[in-house]
């Protein structure tokens, strides 16, 4: 099993930046690939981010320029910096890791607001 636990949610006023954290533990040499997604009210959740145990990584359209994603092996962590937000960035913030074997852990979601 693998547990993944967000942190760093907040509110953040247009154009300002703010990162968030995801700390993983348990059988973490499960993971293949680690992300963040999003779920604004009312809407699909999305992916935004995504890195892979080589360090690929891939992005959405809408936060390319914008947001990184990047990982520090020796804390167990995963990590989003997002940068120059928009209102249109305020959601629901999960982090997300896909297993070897295709099982999906995701963690309970930081709240991200960004004022106008």
């Known amino acids: 099993q693998v547990q993944l636990v967000e942190s760093g949610g907040g509110l953040v006023q247009a154009g300002g930046s703010l990162r968030v954290s995801c700390a993983a533990s348990g059988s973490i040499f499960n993971i293949e690939t680690w992300g963040w997604y999003r779920q604004a009210p009312g809407k699909q959740r999305e992916l935004v981010a995504t890195?892979?145990?080589?360090?690929?990584?891939n992005y959405a359209d809408s936060v390319k320029g914008r947001f990184t994603i990047s990982r520090d092996n020796a804390k167990n962590t995963v990590y989003l910096q997002m940068n120059s937000l928009k209102p249109e960035d305020t959601a629901e913030y999960y982090c997300?890791?896909?297993?070897?074997?295709?099982?999906?852990?995701w963690g309970q979601g930081t709240q991200v607001t960004v004022s106008s």
């Open positions: 890195i892979t145990q080589g360090g690929s990584t």
């Open positions: 997300h890791g896909l297993g070897w074997t295709g099982y999906d852990y």
